[in-house]
Nanobody, 127 residues
Framework: QVQLVESGGGLVQAGGSLRLSCAAS????????MGWFRQAPGKERDVVAA????????YYGDSVKGRFTISRDNVNNTASLQMNSLKPEDTAVYYC????????????????????WGQGTQVTVSS
């Protein structure tokens, strides 16, 4: 079992950047594929990005390609999401998620693929 804690959310102007971090408990972090999701009020929880257990496979939602970068550090048990060129439509609660698995990142692109979740962190982008 793994526990996830997100940090790094906040308020930023359009065009700015934020970096989200997800700290995972336990000694078996490299067993897990990791994902970032977001949910705006009244909308479904959508994938932002996913990364496989080793970090050599990534997947991005269409709306963030070229602007966001997912990464992981299997030594320090963290996953990160670098968000650049932020837009007001990126405003949402961002969640870190984990699932045991060794497939490519594209295999973990819906919220149903994950069984561990953080509590979420709010990202607000002002225009």
């Amino acid at each position: 079992q793994v526990q996830l804690v997100e940090s790094g959310g906040g308020l930023v102007q359009a065009g700015g950047s934020l970096r989200l971090s997800c700290a995972a408990s336990g000694r078996t972090f490299s067993r897990y594929a990791m994902g970032w999701f977001r949910q705006a009020p009244g909308k479904e929880r959508d994938v932002v990005a996913a990364i496989n257990w080793s970090g050599d496979s990534t997947y991005y939602g269409d709306s963030v390609k070229g602007r966001f970068t997912i990464s992981r550090d299997n030594v320090n048990n963290t996953a990160s999401l670098q968000m650049n060129s932020l837009k007001p439509e990126d405003t949402a609660v961002y969640y870190c998620a984990a699932v045991v698995g060794r497939y490519d990142a594209s295999s973990y692109r819906t919220f149903r693929d994950y069984n561990y979740w953080g509590q979420g962190t709010q990202v607000t982008v002002s225009s």
